[in-house]
T-cell receptor, first 113, second 116 residues
């Protein structure tokens, strides 16, 4: 099992669809993150969870809804997205929320039509 | 406010050449960490190094070396005798304390292409 696994790897959805991205970490870490990577822009932190509690929410629109049912799983629920939301969504984990050594998944490439 | 600048958008080198990736940062914090990550075509970012702001010793790991200079706010990364497998996008990052966690500010990345 790789450290951080994301599914699906690719997703195409219409603006009225509802879909979810899934992330699972097998490292025994206590913190999990969602990042957005758009073309020609720096990685943007979206959410941070520590021990299943959301500790950071960086002004992300409500059409993105995270869920962390346990310390190994993280979801990003998507609804009524816009074309500008098309990006690579990266999940990461770390030992705890006070370390910057992040372990990333391979990302979910999202295209919104 | 924290900022990380990677002025080189893309670099191409021929295999076995040495290459240096530049990183300049801005922060008001006195304690911080600097990082380098590698993003190969598969997509996942791979952690390469973390450097504490109080430790200005240069670090070498195989063909990789890092030069941290607080006086110029730079944390440059050199690959010696580059190989095709080094082709990737490299990100420099700076940590800062958010409301509930350490957060990373990333540069825009430098795309390195190593030509055989």
């Amino acid at each position: 099992e790789t450290g951080v696994t994301q599914t699906p790897r690719h997703l195409v959805m219409g603006m009225t669809n509802k879909k979810s991205l899934k992330c699972e970490q097998h490292l025994g870490h206590n913190a999990m993150y969602w990042y957005k990577q758009s073309a020609k822009k720096p990685l943007e932190l979206m959410f941070v969870y520590s021990l299943e509690e959301r500790v950071e929410n960086n002004s992300v629109p409500s059409r993105f809804s995270p869920e962390c049912p346990n310390s190994s799983h993280l979801f990003l629920h998507l609804h009524t997205l816009q074309p500008e939301d098309s990006a690579l969504y990266l999940c990461a984990s770390s030992q705890d929320r006070w370390t910057g050594e992040l372990f990333f998944g391979e990302g979910s490439r999202l295209t919104v039509l | 406010a924290q900022k990380v600048t990677q002025a080189q958008t893309e670099i191409s080198v021929v295999e076995k050449e040495d290459v240096t990736l530049d990183c300049v940062y801005e922060t008001r914090d006195t304690t911080y960490y600097l990082f380098w990550y590698k993003q190969p075509p598969s997509g996942e970012l791979v952690f390469l190094i973390r450097r504490n702001s109080f430790d200005e010793q240069n670090e070498i790991s195989g063909r990789y070396s890092w030069n941290f200079q607080k006086s110029t706010s730079s944390f440059n990364f050199t690959i010696t005798a580059s190989q095709v497998v080094d082709s990737a996008v490299y990100f420099c990052a700076l940590s800062y304390s958010g409301a509930g966690s350490y957060q990373l500010t990333f540069g825009k990345g430098t795309k390195l292409s190593v030509i055989p």
